[in-house]
């Protein structure tokens, strides 16, 4: 085994760069780094099957115990017979326009002041059919509220308004730097209330109850809404769903939860790529008139006013598929590794034995970068790698919405969304860095984030 080196994972959890640093160690000591006494990180491309792959008896760790809010989710469980019972119902439940049209023709999107009028720097580099607007704030609105339409019968209203009307954006961001961190020591997480010498615990855990509070009125609103009888949105099918256990309707709290869930993986998952794809694809200019080329030619001119999308007609477009999963790539969303506790009786993993209860993670960052995997050019920026059958035997290392019995329940609806709203966005309007020479300011709490993406958009002809 290589050298192993002991790296205090909470701290870096409050300095935002665990992947980060877990890679560095990772490049210098080899394939095993301890985080803790009973925590290693497996960067081997084997690690992959041996420790998420479906079969080996290894469960999720007590880091989970940080992320339940109401009672635990689909998410959540670390009970394999609970999980399994909750995928059972939970499976069964799975427009950009007016925002940019408007910050074109006025400046002004709801309370959104376009960022040339209120950022003089911005204003002088900024052309006369530019719009200039933070990216992931932007997005971040959109997000938010295509998840509250397909979860809950209609968006929070984010976009509308040109602002994060009741911070939910921001608690979710608080509140997962603080799951991220008190999942390290998943002990203290009852204790926080009382950490008054350090305010990040107290904020986050106030900003996790708050998040909740929006989750449950969000419920509320849909249980009493005068909503069309043939919608059928993601609370439509939790509220119908039946508890496999007792056959009647899911626990109030349950449902709530699950619902809250949604919510949460649903909406700064999405915005966050969403805004990571925007950055990339202004940073590889060559790469976008690609994408845009195929867009066009499946959307050909004149555009309807209303364009988004069909889903239908952008699902198989090789290259936009190309575009998100190389993104999911090199700045996937959650890059951290997601803990597994080795099985009883232990286990062999990439070729080591380890003893029952040891606490081993797969680091998505580091084996997203592996040039045993990717290749030399591992680091680069290249879509092609996903089109066609070259795809294939990369998709078993791709760990986008993670891997095995508890990968992403999500994925297929999640596509959907990024599909769409890049083929919409890409095919109608031209996007470029306001700042190109400075690098992303990305923030990692749980999700890796990039915290502004300030950029000029303009109008493509339709």
């Known amino acids: 085994m290589a050298p192993q080196f002991t790296i205090s994972s909470n701290a870096l959890g409050r300095k935002h760069r665990i992947s980060m640093a877990v890679h560095e160690k990772?490049?210098?000591?080899?394939?095993?780094?301890?985080?803790s006494p009973d925590q290693l990180s497996v960067a081997h491309p084997d690690g992959i099957r041996d420790i998420l792959g479906h079969g080996n008896g290894f469960l999720k760790s007590e880091f989970y115990y940080a992320f339940d809010n109401i009672e635990q989710g689909v998410f959540t469980t670390r009970n394999r017979l609970m999980h399994s019972r909750k995928r059972k119902y939970v499976s069964h439940a799975f427009s950009p326009k007016a925002m940019m049209e408007n910050l074109l023709q006025k400046g002004q999107a709801g309370q959104y002041v376009d960022l040339g009028q209120r950022v003089t720097a911005i204003g002088k580099l900024q052309r006369r059919e530019d719009a200039a607007i933070d990216a992931a704030q932007w997005l971040a609105f959109l997000a938010f509220d295509i998840i509250g339409d397909l979860a809950f019968g209609e968006p929070f209203g984010f976009c509308k308004a040109g602002s994060d009307t009741n911070d939910g954006i921001k608690k979710l961001r608080d509140r997962g730097e603080w799951c991220c961190t008190v999942g390290q020591m998943p002990w203290i997480k009852t204790w926080t209330p009382y950490f008054y010498f350090?305010?990040?615990?107290?904020?986050?855990?106030?900003?996790?109850?708050?998040?909740?509070?929006?989750?449950?009125?969000?419920?509320?609103?849909?249980?009493?809404?005068?909503?069309?009888?043939?919608?059928?949105?993601?609370?439509?099918?939790?509220?119908?769903?039946?508890?496999?256990?007792?056959?009647?309707?899911?626990?109030?709290?349950?449902?709530?939860?699950?619902?809250?869930?949604?919510?949460?993986?649903?909406?700064?998952?999405?915005?966050?790529?969403?805004?990571?794809?925007?950055?990339?694809?202004?940073?590889?200019?060559?790469?976008?008139?690609?994408?845009?080329?195929?867009?066009?030619?499946?959307?050909?001119?004149?555009?309807?006013?209303?364009?988004?999308?069909?889903?239908?007609?952008?699902?198989?477009?090789?290259?936009t598929q190309g575009i998100l999963y190389e993104t999911l790539r090199l700045r996937t969303t959650v890059s951290v590794g997601l803990p597994r506790v080795v099985a009883k009786g232990g286990a062999m993993v990439c070729g080591q034995f380890f003893k029952e209860g040891t606490v081993l993670s797969v680091p998505t960052y580091t084996v997203h970068r592996d040039e045993r995997i990717w290749g030399p050019d591992a680091l680069e920026f290249r879509p092609e790698r996903w089109v066609g059958d070259a795809r294939f035997p990369l998709e078993k290392y791709f760990l986008g919405f993670s891997y095995g019995p508890r990968a992403c329940i999500g994925r297929n609806v999640a596509f959907m969304e990024l599909k769409k709203t890049a083929a919409t966005l890409f095919r109608r309007f031209n996007f470029r860095l306001v700042n190109p020479e400075v690098d992303p300011s990305i923030r990692e709490g749980f999700h890796l984030k990039c915290q502004t993406l300030p950029v000029f958009i303009s109008k493509r002809d339709s």
């Open 26 to 35: 990772h490049l210098k000591l080899g394939d095993f780094v301890r985080l």
């Open 198 to 319: 350090d305010t990040f615990f107290v904020h986050g855990l106030h900003a996790a109850q708050a998040l909740a509070r929006i989750g449950i009125a969000a419920v509320e609103n849909r249980k009493h809404a005068k909503i069309d009888p043939g919608r059928k949105d993601i609370l439509f099918y939790l509220l119908k769903a039946r508890d496999p256990d007792t056959g009647g309707p899911l626990p109030d709290a349950e449902l709530k939860a699950e619902a809250l869930t949604q919510l949460i993986a649903g909406s700064d998952t999405t915005g966050n790529t969403l805004t990571h794809v925007v950055d990339m694809l202004c940073r590889h200019p060559d790469k976008l008139r690609k994408l845009q080329e195929e867009l066009d030619a499946a959307f050909p001119s004149p555009l309807p006013t209303d364009f988004v999308a069909p889903f239908s007609e952008c699902q198989d477009l090789q290259f």
